[in-house]
T-cell receptor
């Protein structure tokens, strides 16, 4: 799986948009970009994923650059409950080996009141 | 999303004893499950891939005789930490594969060996 790099930590004011960047310059054509988050002492929670088009769901939006070498997860209106470690992962689908998620260090997002 | 349940949520055991952790997929069948370990302030580290009806595949450096994995049905995988020692104290997390695409995680098990 391609390696990703994320900032160690970020702060965001409650109610504002949180934009979390991720670099994945060695991503290959069949690899998807996945985002998970982990609230303290809980298992990771799936947020969103995409291949090359921008994606949006009820939790967040995912913006992938045209060259696919980086992406940004957007939480449009951050709340205190969004404080968590956010992991950006690239992986291929379809084969079991591609589902072995390799977690980097992630970004600790702190939403402040 | 799919629900993956782990039991127990936390356990304290004496050094030298064995502890079993269960991972269940509640509303889907999972031919493949994964076991992770997470130490404080660190990221998740994959320990092994659990395949229904066959032997687990362990990551490099993970002792298969110490961390016994059994995936006897399509909805249950178990991880047994044998002869636990204090250095085995950690947060253990399982995930299950849905439709060979999505991975959903259990809530984790906090193991403390005293």
């Amino acid at each position: 799986d391609a390696k990703t790099t994320q900032p160690t930590s970020m702060d965001c004011a409650e109610g504002r948009a949180a934009n979390l960047p991720c670099n994945h310059s060695t991503i290959s054509g069949n690899e998807y970009v996945y985002w998970y988050r982990q609230i303290h002492s809980q298992g990771p929670q799936y947020i969103i994923h995409g291949l090359k088009n921008n994606e949006t769901n009820e939790m967040a939006s995912l913006i992938i650059t045209e060259d696919r070498k980086s992406s940004t997860l957007i939480l449009p209106h951050a709340t205190l409950r969004d404080t968590a470690v956010y992991y950006c992962i690239v992986r291929s689908l379809g084969e079991t080996s591609g589902s072995r998620l390799t977690f980097g260090e992630g970004t600790q997002l702190t939403v402040n009141p | 999303g799919a629900v993956v349940s782990q039991h127990p949520s936390w356990v304290i055991c004496k050094s030298g004893t064995s502890v079993k952790i269960e991972c269940r997929s509640l509303d889907f069948q999972a031919t493949t499950m994964f076991w992770y370990r997470q130490f404080p302030k660190q990221s998740l580290m994959l320990m092994a891939t659990s395949n229904e009806g066959s032997k687990a595949t362990y990551e490099q450096g993970v002792e298969k005789d110490k961390f016994l994995i059994n995936h006897a049905s399509l909805t249950l995988s178990t991880l047994t930490v044998t002869s636990a020692h204090p250095e085995d104290s950690s947060f253990y997390i399982c995930s299950a594969l849905v439709m060979n695409t999505e991975a959903f995680f259990g809530q984790g098990t906090r193991l403390t060996v005293v």
